[in-house]
């Protein structure tokens, strides 16, 4: 019987702190696991004001914060959930996500309406990054 892969949480003051009992995100086997991020300021732990564009753009800097403490950028991201409290924010969500992202390589990606998110968010997105190393393991 094989150990379990070793895991590590990254925790960052950059990006808000978890609303719940769970990490920003957990580094295993040379993959990051980035939890739901919602726009929070991580200077107040509150929700931003604003449109779906500016609720978007802040919850990108949230992640990108929690990749960045793990040595990574979104360039390595291969694998993102959008959720959405209203689908008719998708074209606009879509448009500054794409500004991050980019359109010639973007990560895979699902988009979602739920009923739902916490504190009020208009939208919460999650990823996958794959961490750059000479072997791809944690160390």
């Known amino acids: 019987m094989s150990s379990p892969p070793a895991s590590r949480t990254i925790r960052t003051d950059r990006a808000p702190a978890a609303v719940g009992p769970y990490a920003q995100a957990v580094r295993c ?19 931003v004001e604003g449109d779906i564009t500016v609720q978007t753009e802040r919850v990108l800097a949230n992640l990108r914060a929690v990749l960045q403490a793990a040595g990574c950028d979104v360039g390595d991201v291969v694998k993102c959930t959008v959720f959405l409290a209203d689908l008719a924010d998708f074209t606009a969500m879509n448009d500054a996500y794409a500004a991050v992202f980019g359109t010639d390589a973007p990560p895979a990606r699902a988009t979602v309406q739920v009923a739902a998110l916490p504190k009020g968010a208009r939208v919460e997105i999650d990823c996958v990054a794959r961490i750059p190393a000479a072997d791809g393991r944690d160390s």
Request: proline share 11%; aromatic share 10%.
């Open 29 to 47: 086997d040379g993959w990051l696991f980035c939890s739901g991020q919602i726009p929070l300021d991580p200077a107040t732990g509150r929700l």
